[in-house]
């Protein structure tokens, strides 16, 4: 599985982008497709996730109300919508790929990972 993650910039505080993330290869079975996010000299922290046929969502408390995650699996493509945003959004995201059908927000139990794209927010 190949993920391939897009959409990064740079915004002012209270604005949105939208992160995109396509896998290619094998992705017929069941799984879970996920966002993280990191800072240099953290760990990787988990943003959102989202169940093979969308019915479920999972959130970090930091960007609940804000960010909205959602697929389109015709197209094996996930979505992060980021609206509100503020500066302490400002990291590396990652889309991630777990070969299970159970939310996870441990980013040891994610088996693919994307390239990491861009998000900067200025206050």
């Known amino acids: 599985v190949q993920l391939q993650a897009s959409g990064g910039g740079s915004v002012q505080a209270g604005g949105s982008l939208r992160l995109s993330c396509a896998a290619s290869?094998?992705?017929?079975?069941?799984?879970?497709m996920g966002w993280f996010r990191q800072v240099s000299g953290k760990e990787r922290e988990f943003v959102a996730g989202i169940t093979r046929r969308g019915s479920n969502t999972y959130y970090a408390d930091s960007v609940k109300g804000r960010f909205t995650i959602s697929r389109e699996n015709a197209l094996n493509v996930a979505y992060l919508q980021m609206n509100s945003l503020k500066p302490e959004d400002t990291a590396v995201y990652y889309c991630?790929?777990?070969?299970?059908?159970?939310?996870?927000?441990?980013?040891?139990?994610?088996?693919?990972w994307g390239q990491g794209t861009l998000v900067t927010v200025s206050s």
């Open positions: 290869g094998r992705t017929s079975s069941s799984y879970v």
């Open positions: 991630a790929f777990r070969l299970a059908g159970v939310l996870s927000g441990h980013p040891e139990n994610y088996n693919y």
